[in-house]
């Protein structure tokens, strides 16, 4: 079973930077889509920013140029950098991956931004 695990959440100020982690327990090459999302409390989850099956990068609206995606196959690891951070973005974010059709879906991390 494949599972992906987040790191990276916590407290921050706004107009300050965070950098979360997702690391899978295999690798990520098979994955043809792979990205972030996060859930505000009552809403439905939302895309953040993730890689389409061309390899290219998707963001949502609202995270253009404040937020980057990266990855790296050799850790396994996909990264959300995030910059200017505004109270808005608080919320549970979550690791996804389309595993040969099946979602898979981290725990979710929780990052706060205070005003």
């Known amino acids: 079973q494949v599972h992906l695990m987040e790191s990276g959440g916590g407290f921050k100020q706004a107009g300050g930077s965070l950098r979360l982690s997702c690391v899978s327990s295999r690798t990520i090459d098979g994955f043809t889509v792979m990205g972030w999302y996060r859930q505000f409390p009552g809403k439905a989850r939302e895309l953040v920013a993730r890689f389409t099956r061309d390899g290219s990068t998707e963001y949502a609206d609202s995270t253009k140029g404040r937020f980057a995606i990266s990855r790296d196959s050799a850790k396994s690891t996909l990264w959300l950098q995030m910059n200017s951070l505004e109270p808005e973005d608080t919320g549970v974010y979550f690791c996804?991956?389309?595993?040969?059709?099946?979602?898979?879906w981290g725990k979710g991390i929780l990052v706060t931004v205070s005003s």
């Open positions: 996804n991956a389309d595993n040969f059709g099946i979602p898979l």
